[in-house]
């Protein structure tokens, strides 16, 4: 048990060192690097931390970031992966320094889960150290991490092997509570940090459960089982699903682009190319070059694989192919599985089964250190290179954000601590004009200038609102402004209102009724010549906040059981192996016994 547990210290060790050199080079560096959806995630980061570091709890809408505008961001997209990010930012003053921290810790978590999940399946600690590599330092994950900024996808990937270990744990193993606890929280984490991720990830569950029912051999404890799994997933992840759902059906919202599969195009050569070059750019995603190999050197070691092993090649052979325009997805057009935007999203199944299936297959056939040392050196410099080339070229084709214009509109700047703290610091310097439309109020002909670009519209004249006259707060906006008439007006702010009973506005520190105009801007009647100070305020249902700790018991108590079964599962060895020394010794006392020396 003592050499276990200093062997699983080394491999703890090793994966912090090896997280720290996968951050080492852009950390360096002193920038954030241009990606797809980095000016998103950054937002959300900051308006997590700005609310957090006032003493407030989750912030259902934006008052921070994405132009101050109430956009109800995280009453519609997970937020769990942004509390790690609050504790490292509270410790670490350097934006840039705590972005690519986070990043680590990212990358460290999914090399222990992956790590977790591989011993569990293969009972095998070489093939999980080699399958976590694989996983982890994988193209799409880089792909992930850098090309495209996303966060949310990101964090939600780390949680995928433990869901899947659960399910494997359950029908092959038949420890069903180990598999329950897993896939638990396993899919809960996925939810907390990128929703689709977590729906395709039950779909893919729903497929291999009834793909294997024909041979199973305890159905009902089986179905049991994940009937259980899904009734605790539900409470887990009830407080951020209820408002979620909430919101939907009493508020037409703008969601997402859906893909347009009608002219979907992503040619398999596209992907053979970029996979053999480990390629690493935005708008790019692939698999790499050591999965890319494992599809066509590993057709040949099939007939001499298990049947999980089989299972594994093909399903990931699948999952890949299925991103690409292989398939007839024009056919699915029109439909809701364009939700998913993009069909390479089941690149993290194909990920996860092909590096499983390598590890098994290598260990299996060769059973060697030194070659499981060489193979992660290999796999670790392939990737250390092609993120290199990656921000090599960020360099070469952006640059730093340092004129107003360049604040105001970062998404095509590299961004230092400087520029970052003058777009989303304490006190900002601008107010960034990022437009994301997403989750919106909708409404028809709706006209959105008026709300990104800060305008106060006094009757039908524009009034241009300076940074200094809007301040934020905890899911609330505080706007000053001068009426000159005479007469009372009326004044629209730029401030988005969703359901109208969940807000309360107080003018000159007065309880005010107001409206809501056909864009769903507060509009209200202001008192007679004289200086105004207008604070609108989001105020969480009661219900919303009993159902988040409804959430975070349930998650507890999800927890604290798989700490007991970890501390029985290790007495219970510790008392076998007492038990079995104590025989030894009465064996040993037997030999020499009176009767036997007589002998």
């Given at each position: 048990m003592r050499k276990k547990v200093v062997k699983n210290s080394i491999i703890v060790l090793l994966f912090l060192v090896l997280s720290y050199i996968y951050i080492a080079i852009p950390l360096r560096s002193g920038f954030i690097y241009v990606g797809s959806d980095r000016i998103f995630h950054l937002a959300r980061l900051e308006e997590f931390y700005q609310t957090f570091s006032q003493n407030h709890s989750v912030p259902l809408i934006s008052t921070y970031s994405f132009s101050k505008v109430g956009q109800a961001i995280n009453t519609f997209y997970p937020w769990g992966n942004l509390l790690p990010y609050v504790l490292i930012r509270s410790l670490v003053s350097k934006p840039v320094t705590a972005y690519y921290l986070y990043i680590m810790l990212e990358q460290f978590l999914g090399l222990i889960i992956a790590f977790f999940a591989g011993s569990k399946i293969s009972r095998s600690t070489k093939k999980a150290l080699l399958f976590s590599l694989l996983l982890r330092f994988s193209a799409y994950i880089m792909h992930d991490d850098f090309a495209r900024a996303d966060i949310g996808e990101s964090w939600a990937i780390i949680f995928i092997p433990l869901t899947f270990a659960g399910l494997i744990i359950i029908l092959q193993n038949k420890q069903y509570l180990l598999g329950s606890l897993s896939i638990t929280l396993g899919l809960t984490a996925e939810l907390y940090s990128h929703l689709l991720t977590a729906v395709l990830t039950i779909f893919v569950v729903l497929v291999i459960y009834l793909g294997t029912l024909w041979k199973q051999e305890k159905r009902f404890e089986i179905f049991r089982t994940l009937a259980l799994s899904a009734l605790s997933f539900i409470l887990c992840t009830i407080g951020f699903l209820y408002p979620l759902l909430d919101a939907m059906f009493k508020e037409k919202t703008i969601m997402p682009t859906k893909g347009d599969f009608s002219n979907y195009s992503f040619a398999p050569m596209d992907l053979l190319g970029w996979s053999m070059n480990n390629v690493v750019n935005m708008n790019q995603p692939n698999i790499g070059i050591w999965l890319l190999a494992t599809i066509f050197i590993g057709a040949t070691a099939l007939k001499r694989?298990?049947?999980?092993?089989?299972?594994?090649?093909?399903?990931?052979?699948?999952?890949?192919?299925?991103?690409?325009?292989?398939?007839?997805?024009?056919?699915?057009?029109?439909?809701?599985?364009?939700?998913?935007?993009?069909?390479?999203?089941?690149?993290?199944?194909?990920?996860?089964?092909?590096?499983?299936?390598?590890?098994?297959?290598?260990?299996?056939?060769?059973?060697?250190?030194?070659?499981?040392?060489?193979?992660?050196?290999?796999?670790?410099?392939?990737?250390?290179?092609?993120?290199?080339?990656?921000?090599?070229?960020?360099?070469?084709?952006?640059?730093?954000?340092?004129?107003?214009?360049?604040?105001?509109?970062?998404?095509?700047?590299?961004?230092?601590?400087?520029?970052?703290?003058?777009?989303?610091?304490?006190?900002?310097?601008?107010?960034?004009?990022?437009?994301?439309?997403?989750?919106?109020?909708?409404?028809?002909?709706?006209?959105?200038?008026t709300a990104f670009s800060h305008e106060l519209l006094d009757g039908k004249e524009k009034v241009s609102l300076k940074k200094s006259q809007i301040k934020s707060s905890f899911q609330g906006e505080s706007f000053s402004f001068n009426i000159k008439q005479k007469q009372n007006r009326q004044i629209t702010l730029p401030f988005y209102i969703y359901q109208k009973k969940q807000y309360s506005l107080m003018l000159n520190g007065e309880k005010k009724d107001f409206t809501v105009n056909k864009n769903n801007l507060i509009t209200f009647k202001t008192h007679k010549n004289r200086e105004n100070i207008a604070q609108i305020r989001y105020i969480t249902p009661k219900l919303y906040s009993v159902l988040q700790g409804v959430s975070l018991l349930a998650i507890i108590c999800e927890l604290l059981v798989l700490l007991l079964c970890s501390v029985y599962k290790f007495k219970s060895k510790r008392k076998d192996k007492v038990f079995s020394n104590l025989s030894r010794k009465r064996l040993d006392f037997r030999l020499f016994s009176k009767v036997n020396i007589e002998k």
């Open positions: 694989s298990s049947s999980i092993d089989k299972s594994a090649y093909f399903l990931g052979t699948f999952f890949c192919l299925l991103g690409t325009d292989l398939l007839p997805w024009s056919w699915l057009h029109n439909t809701a599985i364009e939700s998913i935007q993009f069909p390479w999203r089941f690149f993290p199944f194909a990920i996860l089964f092909l590096s499983y299936f390598a590890s098994s297959k290598i260990i299996d056939s060769f059973n060697s250190s030194n070659l499981l040392v060489g193979l992660s050196i290999i796999v670790i410099l392939t990737t250390l290179n092609s993120t290199n080339k990656y921000f090599t070229q960020q360099k070469n084709t952006y640059s730093p954000a340092t004129k107003q214009v360049d604040l105001e509109s970062p998404w095509s700047h590299l961004l230092t601590n400087m520029s970052y703290t003058k777009i989303w610091g304490s006190s900002p310097s601008v107010i960034e004009n990022t437009q994301y439309h997403d989750y919106l109020p909708k409404s028809k002909g709706q006209d959105f200038s």
